[in-house]
């Protein structure tokens, strides 16, 4: 069983950053894909950051794009998701989730992730950005 611990959410104003953190005590952590995903009320969870360790490829959804950075700590078997530039749209609550079994392969232009790849989910945190 792994277990995935999320933190950093909270209350932000439009414009400002959040750093979140997705840790494990898993040692073969750096062999996984590891995802953001975030879901607002009355809404579909969906993929907005994802990232290989074994290659260190990356995927951002467009609504993020150029404001998310993904990054991992293989020594610290950490995943952070720094977001900058919140707008009230990014509310939600975050997710940080693992596939334990990914491809061989980098993400392709053409990825989109899916709920269903992903085999271990963090409890969440929550992310408002209001003023």
């Known amino acids: 069983q792994v277990q995935l611990v999320e933190s950093g959410g909270g209350l932000v104003q439009p414009g400002g950053s959040l750093r979140l953190s997705c840790a494990t005590s898993?040692?073969?952590?750096?062999?996984?894909?590891v995802g953001w995903f975030r879901q607002a009320p009355g809404k579909e969870r969906e993929g907005v950051s994802c990232?290989?360790?074994?290659?260190?490829?990356?995927y951002y959804s467009d609504s993020v794009k150029g404001r998310f950075t993904i990054s991992s700590d293989n020594a610290k078997n950490t995943v952070y998701l720094q977001m900058n530039s919140l707008k009230p749209e990014d509310t939600a609550v975050y997710y940080c989730?693992?596939?334990?079994?990914?491809?061989?392969?980098?993400?392709?232009?053409?990825?989109?992730?899916?709920?269903?790849?992903?085999?271990?989910w963090g409890q969440g945190t929550q992310v408002t950005v209001s003023s």
């Open positions: 898993e040692r073969t952590f750096n062999r996984y894909t």
């Open positions: 989730a693992a596939d334990t079994d990914p491809g061989p392969l980098p993400f392709s232009g053409s990825y989109r992730p899916s709920v269903y790849e992903f085999d271990y």
């Open positions: 990232i290989r360790s074994s290659d260190g490829s990356t």
